[in-house]
């Protein structure tokens, strides 16, 4: 995503929860304003005009999904990358609904170590999420 | 003319009928904006009828939105005047309903406002006296929840949810199928819970009873150091009782005392419910159903993002939560492995 764009949606951001919300006296309405300022800050990491945020993740989900082929899960062609990011990891969350949900009936030292990575791999996201509803 | 006044008019037109009172006014019409479930209006009704009367009342109307659909308004009026004959159940008294939604344009009741405070779970530490205080009124909880796995099933409305359906995971299923209509993608870490939940089912309790779907102290009222009523049963269902002692103990629900509902520890909780309800609650059966609360609040953000992005709510908490999952997904992964 161009820094300008950043900037602006973070701008506008930063506008309804500093600058709108203080002043609306209504609770429901208030709510509303910093719903969307953290809606705002949250979508400039992840819009489509911005690929390369959705390849990064790509790229995380199939650490994942190798961990589960170390472990046994069958292997399956490669989904093709291109042209959209966004079909790729399409194809990889249906690969790994597929693999977990095998995981279950594997022996438990093996699920506690897919799941370590799961747990990883959560700490990553939240790591990038802003949260302002519910401080 | 803006929602509230539409809402207030067409409730004062109803009240109007009900009471057979032409003179009745509405004051103090408020929508409360906390939860997100059914639609919630405070208002006071006056009248006369043998003199002067005056009632403060809670409307519960159909959401434009809510996460707990489908709501089920002659269910929910059923089940409210069946546990009124039960022993043990404070709630408020349900007063009327417009099950066709003619007065204010989606189905209704209206109940009696319940005086009193609905501590949360974040100040238990602050809102009780002492330990023992908080403990005391933890255990009188347990005691409404005992009751309510009392009830004879027979005297359930026929349309409750899990009521024809034998299955112990029958709750899970439901909200498997709700998770798999409302996601956008599958989600990795609630692929992984529905799986161990459907691999390690044999850990329910084999009990099967009235479940409220959402008890914890966020909805009781208390008044004078009584339980005088327990609120929001439109997820209330035919299960396993331990999953509302789950749900007592969900991590969204035990406060900075890091306790089941900010209120008992986990072995005070299952002591208590073993003293009344007259049988033990084994830890991997609570571990199991734990997993399932957490899986099902995770669901419902899904649900909210469905809601939103399908343009059936302009509400933006439901698009923001959907960006919230992580936190929740945390929860999931905490109660998989809880010595982890």
New interface residues.
């Given amino acids: 995503m161009p820094e300008s764009a950043r900037r602006l949606l973070d701008g506008i951001a930063r506008a309804l929860a500093e600058d709108v919300s203080p002043h609306v006296h209504d609770?429901?309405a208030q709510?509303?304003c910093k719903?969307?300022a953290?809606?705002l800050g949250?979508?400039a990491n992840e819009l489509d005009w911005a690929p390369e945020p959705i390849r990064r993740r790509n790229d995380e989900?199939r650490r994942?999904l190798e961990v589960l082929r170390q472990a046994g899960w069958g292997t399956r062609p490669e989904p093709d990358e291109s042209p959209a990011p966004s079909e790729a990891?399409?194809a990889l969350?249906?690969e790994?609904?597929d693999a977990?949900?095998?995981?279950?009936?594997q022996p438990a030292p093996v699920q506690?170590t897919?799941?370590?990575q799961?747990?990883a791999?959560?700490?990553r996201?939240?790591a990038s999420?802003r949260?302002?509803?519910f401080r | 003319m803006g929602e509230g006044e539409d809402v207030g008019g067409g409730l004062r037109s109803f009240l109007a009928r009900q009471l057979d009172a032409d003179d009745l006014t509405i004051t103090g019409l408020r929508?409360h904006?906390e939860g997100f479930s059914w639609e919630t209006w405070d208002l006071t009704a006056a009248w006369t009828a043998d003199g002067h009367r005056k009632q403060r009342l809670i409307a519960r109307r159909v959401p434009e939105a809510g996460l707990a659909a489908p709501y089920d308004v002659p269910g929910q009026w059923e089940l409210a005047q069946a546990l009124r004959s039960a022993p043990g159940i404070p709630l408020p008294e349900p007063l009327w309903i417009d099950a066709p939604g003619s007065a204010t344009g989606r189905p209704l009741f209206l109940m009696e406002h319940v005086e009193g405070d609905v501590p949360a779970p974040w100040n238990t530490h602050t809102y009780f006296r002492d330990d023992a205080h908080r403990t005391a009124v933890g255990r009188k909880l347990v005691q409404i929840l005992a009751a309510i796995h009392a009830v004879p099933l027979s005297s359930l409305p026929a349309g409750l949810r899990g009521i024809d359906d034998l299955s112990p995971t029958a709750e899970i299923s439901h909200f498997e199928r709700v998770y798999e209509q409302s996601r956008e993608?599958?989600e990795?870490?609630l692929?992984?819970a529905?799986?161990?939940l459907?691999?390690?089912a044999d850990a329910v309790s084999g009990h099967r009873t009235l479940v409220h779907g959402d008890f914890r102290i966020g909805n009781a009222i208390l008044r004078d150091d009584e339980v005088v009523a327990m609120l929001d049963w439109e997820l209330a269902h035919v299960g396993d009782p331990v999953e509302d002692l789950a749900n007592f103990a969900h991590r969204l629900y035990r406060g900075k005392l890091g306790i089941p509902s900010g209120l008992l520890t986990v072995d005070e909780l299952l002591a208590a419910y073993a003293e009344e309800a007259g049988w033990d609650v084994s830890l991997s059966a609570l571990q199991f159903w734990l997993l399932f609360n957490d899986v099902r609040s995770a669901t419902l953000f899904h649900v909210a993002a469905r809601l939103f992005a399908d343009g059936d709510t302009r509400?933006?908490?439901y698009?923001?939560f959907s960006?919230?999952q992580?936190?929740l997904?945390?929860h999931v992964?905490a109660d998989?492995?809880p010595d982890?």
Avoid: K
């Fill in positions: 609770p429901f709510m509303q719903a969307a953290e809606l949250n979508l989900l994942l990891r399409a969350l249906g790994l609904a977990l949900r095998w995981l279950s009936t506690e897919i799941d370590a799961l747990r791999d959560l700490d996201q939240v999420l949260r302002g509803m | 929508r904006i993608a599958p990795p870490v692929e992984r529905f799986g161990w459907a691999a390690n509400d933006l908490r698009a923001a960006r919230q992580p936190y997904l945390r992964m998989l492995h982890a």
